[in-house]
């Protein structure tokens, strides 16, 4: 679970019909994926809260847009160990081995791949580059 700190962030930041859980699921997971290149906690969860949207103002609308919406693809993530699976198989490297968030490039393919159900989305494929 996130520290009591991000997780008030994370709840500030839910997107319409977006479930706490679900999102603080996606946190931990890339938090845990990043741990064996990242051992500052500090700094890797700030790099994870800006790569998923925690309430951080300095991000193009467009990024912030696409990441609701690939995080609302992942809608029960926290509880169904299929979407999990998906999700860790979504995260690309980048993600895992960016070390500064001064080098966070604003394009979500960069550190996500869109796993084929969510391809088929209009909605996501508009804002996904």
Known sequence: MPSERIAGEIKNS????EDFADFAYLFDALVF???PYNQDLSLSERIVGRLLC?????KPGRYVKAM???RRGFAGV???????AEFSNSV?????TLDRTDQIVWRPSLYFVLPPRLRESKEL???WT
């Open 14 to 17: 839910l997107a319409e019909g």
């Open 33 to 35: 994926l990043r741990a």
């Open 54 to 58: 925690v309430i951080f103002p300095d």
């Open 68 to 70: 609701q919406q690939f």
């Open 78 to 84: 926290a509880k169904e160990p299929e979407l999990r």
């Open 92 to 96: 690309r490297r980048a993600a895992i």
């Open 125 to 127: 494929r508009e804002w």
